[in-house]
């Protein structure tokens, strides 16, 4: 058993969102997982397994500092990453079948960046007006520049206050405390002739309910995707920047099939490998 570190969506390596990854976590206890997750401190942190079934090539659990999550994005391109680095061999050529929390999810190689089909909405609908006004609050965001809010769940609970423009997603400053579980992400878009075409942040609280702001944020990404193009708001695809607020520049690729899927992709880097994990060496 052994964990490696990747870099998820980075427009370079150190500048995405770093990700755990523990190869041959069979011996592991749920227990020990989030032990794990919580010590690492990111935002998730990942645990490969063999697949349940024939039809998926890996299975893995992703557990945040709070629990286990059925799915989650740049989770799920590190993972795969990490399984390719480490010599897997997919079934079907150029897409990767995994298995998670909310059934096999695809990953298909782009050239150099991995693209996972985002998940079906778990809830969708405009926030009512309770909801609206409490995701504002915990967002620090300007009530006039709100656009549209809307659930965009898909394992995590996002909640989606679309914004006017990419100035006033940055300009917010969201509280310190919040009740964990809290998911509220911003979008809005960038200036035309720019490396992004809209900018996002995304914010959860964790385990002890202090907000967090997350570097790049795979699933809060297919979410907003999903919602864009459906609404007409992106055509084809688009490039997503997110992170620049902490010192992170990620670029997430969105793009909609022909076939009306939703691809999410980016760049994964490996930043460190096959480290030992001795101290979960004993049950």
């Known amino acids: 058993?052994?964990?490696?570190?990747?870099?998820?969506?980075?427009?370079?390596?150190?500048?995405?969102?770093?990700?755990?990854?523990?190869?041959?976590?069979?011996?592991?206890?749920?227990?020990?997982?989030?032990?794990?997750?919580?010590?690492?401190?990111?935002?998730?942190?990942?645990?490969?397994?063999?697949?349940?079934?024939?039809?998926?090539?890996?299975?893995?659990?992703i557990f945040y500092?709070?629990?286990e999550l059925p799915f989650a994005g740049h989770p799920t391109l590190g993972t795969c990453h990490a399984w390719l680095a480490a010599g897997g061999q997919p079934r079907r050529d150029d897409t990767v079948v995994q298995e998670c929390g909310v059934g096999l999810a695809e990953v298909k190689r782009d050239g150099d960046r991995l693209a996972f089909a985002a998940p079906a909405f778990t809830r969708?609908?405009?926030?009512?007006?309770?909801?609206?006004?409490?995701?504002?609050?915990?967002?620090?965001?300007?009530?006039?520049a709100v656009i549209e809010a809307v659930h965009v769940a898909n394992g995590p609970k996002w909640q989606l206050l679309r914004l006017r423009s990419a100035e006033d997603v940055l300009a917010a400053s969201p509280i310190a405390k919040a009740p964990p579980g809290t998911d509220i992400g911003l979008a809005g878009p960038a200036?035309?002739?720019?490396?992004?075409?809209w900018e996002l942040r995304a914010f959860f609280a964790n385990q002890h309910g202090a907000m967090v702001e997350d570097p790049v944020t795979g699933s809060f990404n297919a979410g907003v995707a999903m919602h864009l193009f459906a609404g007409g708001l992106a055509q084809s695809n688009y490039v997503a920047g997110q992170g620049q607020k902490i010192g992170a520049d990620g670029h997430i690729h969105c793009a909609l099939g022909e076939d009306g899927r939703v691809w999410v992709g980016g760049l994964s880097a490996t930043i460190a490998a096959g480290a030992l994990l001795p101290a979960f060496s004993q049950p």
């Open 124 to 144: 969708t609908g405009p926030l009512d007006a309770a909801e609206k006004a409490e995701a504002i609050r915990i967002a620090g965001v300007d009530p006039a």
């Open 65 to 67: 500092p709070a629990g």
């Open 191 to 197: 200036a035309p002739g720019g490396a992004v075409d």
């Open 1 to 61: 058993m052994h964990l490696d570190l990747v870099d998820v969506f980075g427009s370079a390596p150190f500048r995405g969102n770093p990700l755990g990854v523990v190869h041959g976590a069979d011996c592991l206890s749920d227990a020990q997982m989030l032990q794990l997750t919580q010590w690492l401190g990111f935002s998730e942190t990942t645990f490969l397994l063999p697949p349940t079934g024939p039809a998926a090539d890996y299975r893995v659990r």
